[in-house]
């Protein structure tokens, strides 16, 4: 199907139902927050509708013309690594047959998995400080069948980082990155998702030679529906963010109802 067009859904904090968090949030603000009921909603509603969970190693391979995929395909990414990802978000996908792709900040999940909290700079909630999962958190998710993504060690805007440092300093972030996650997981990432969308071409030129797939991310309000379809490159792909901004008749609109 040369037209089709394949829904990429990343949430960021998922939280539990009646959670401070939760209460008289500004809906015309980046508020990067979801609760479960919402998640839970959006999740049935893809499975009453037909919709199929696919990896983001599969769309890349579809991108590139290796395999094929199901009509109505769509992916979920989580990213950051916030510990409710684990808590909130995995039973909720576990329990609806669903798997996704979460893209850890390596030197926050580090740091929580040595009893520290970390701080960071988020374009959607500011500066916060929030529970990162561990390292065993994240073994959890590959242990669910979750496919582990790239997003930086320090969750830098990456095209600041190169404005500042240049080459060495983007360089620097992923090394960083790799060398947790090779340490804890085995494994390199083959995913990297833009912290904040914050890019340019010569970052491209640098992550596209470490990674499979590079996800952009853009921000504003109202929300423009960014799709990945068969022209799109798997170095540009694109996604929709999801939070308390999209009321649940916005969120169907993304699937042709």
């Known amino acids: 199907m040369t037209d089709q067009r394949v829904p990429i859904l990343v949430y960021h904090h998922v939280y539990p139902q009646d959670a401070p968090e939760l209460t008289d949030v500004d809906a015309t603000q980046g508020a990067g927050i979801i609760g479960r009921p ?4 959006q999740m049935q509603y893809l499975v009453d509708h037909g919709w199929q969970v696919v990896t983001s190693t599969r769309i890349v391979d579809w991108l590139n013309g290796t395999t094929s995929l199901p009509r109505q395909a769509v992916v979920l990414h ?6 409710d990802t684990v808590t909130v978000a995995l039973p909720v996908l576990r329990d609806l047959g669903m798997t996704a792709t979460c893209f ?3 030197g926050a999940v580090e740091e929580a998995s040595c009893g520290r909290g970390t701080t960071v700079r988020t374009l959607t ?4 400080r929030k529970p990162f999962m561990t390292w065993d958190g994240v073994q959890d998710l590959l242990d669910e069948g979750w496919e582990i993504g790239a997003h930086t060690h320090t969750h830098c805007k990456v095209a600041e980082q190169h404005a500042d440092e240049g080459d060495d ?5 992923v090394q960083e990155s790799h060398a947790l996650f090779e340490k804890h997981l ?3 990432p083959a995913h990297f998702a833009y912290p904040s969308g914050s890019r340019n071409d010569r970052t491209d030129a640098l992550l596209s030679s470490r990674y499979r797939s590079l996800r952009r991310w853009h ?6 529906w960014q799709v990945t379809d068969r022209a799109t490159s798997p170095m540009a792909l694109e996604c929709q963010n999801i939070d308390v901004r999209v009321p649940f008749d916005a969120f169907r609109e993304i699937f042709g109802e």
Not at 78 to 83: I, M, Q, T
């Open 186 to 188: 085995g494994l390199v």
């Open 38 to 41: 919402e998640l839970l909603r």
């Open 104 to 106: 850890p900040i390596t």
């Open 219 to 224: 921000v504003s309000f109202p929300i423009v």
């Open 169 to 173: 300093g983007v360089i620097q972030e």
């Open 125 to 128: 909630e500011g500066t916060i």
């Open 78 to 83: 989580f990213d950051n690594g916030w510990l």
